[in-house]
C-alpha cells in the first residue's frame, strides 16, 4: 500500500488540524493505520493507531482527549484529528500501515512496513 500524508501546517496554540493520509494499490486488503511524529533532534514516537474494523485505538498519553483517529474504508483515508494544539505538538508527522487482520493494530514503528512522506505541524505559541 502507498501512502500519502496531507493537511499539516501552521496554527497557533489551541488550534486545530486535521491530517489524512490517503492509501492506494491494494487496498482491498485490510491494514492497520497509525500515525507517528519526530521533532527535531528527538526519535520517532507513537501518537495514535487503528485497527482495520475501528475495534481498536490506541493513543499516547500525550495526546489523548485531544486527537481522535478516524478511517473512511470506503475512500481509503484515514484521518488524525488534532484539537486544542500545544506547541510541544510541533513535529512532522508520518502516517503509517501494515497488512493485518481487521481487529489488529500496534503502537510500535517497527511494526509497520508502509509509511508516507510525512506532513508538518508548527505550532505557535
Known amino acids: 500500500v502507498q501512502l500519502q500524508a496531507s493537511g499539516g501546517g501552521l496554527v497557533q496554540a489551541g488550534g486545530s488540524l486535521r491530517l489524512s493520509c490517503a492509501a492506494s494499490?491494494?487496498?482491498?486488503?485490510?491494514?492497520?493505520m497509525g500515525w507517528f511524529r519526530q521533532a527535531p533532534g528527538k526519535e520517532r514516537e507513537f501518537v495514535a493507531a487503528v485497527s482495520w474494523a475501528g475495534s481498536r485505538k490506541f493513543y499516547a498519553d500525550s495526546v489523548k482527549g485531544r486527537f481522535t483517529i478516524s478511517r473512511d474504508i470506503a475512500k481509503n483515508v484515514f484521518y488524525l484529528q488534532m484539537n486544542s494544539l500545544k506547541p510541544e505538538d510541533t513535529a512532522l508527522y508520518f502516517c503509517?500501515?501494515?497488512?493485518?487482520?481487521?481487529?489488529?493494530?500496534?503502537?510500535?514503528?517497527?511494526?509497520?512496513?508502509?509509511w508516507g512522506q510525512g506532513t508538518q505541524v508548527t505550532v505557535s505559541s
Open positions: 494499490g491494494r487496498t482491498a486488503r485490510s491494514y492497520a
Open positions: 503509517a500501515a501494515k497488512y493485518a487482520d481487521p481487529d489488529t493494530t500496534a503502537v510500535h514503528s517497527s511494526w509497520y512496513d508502509y
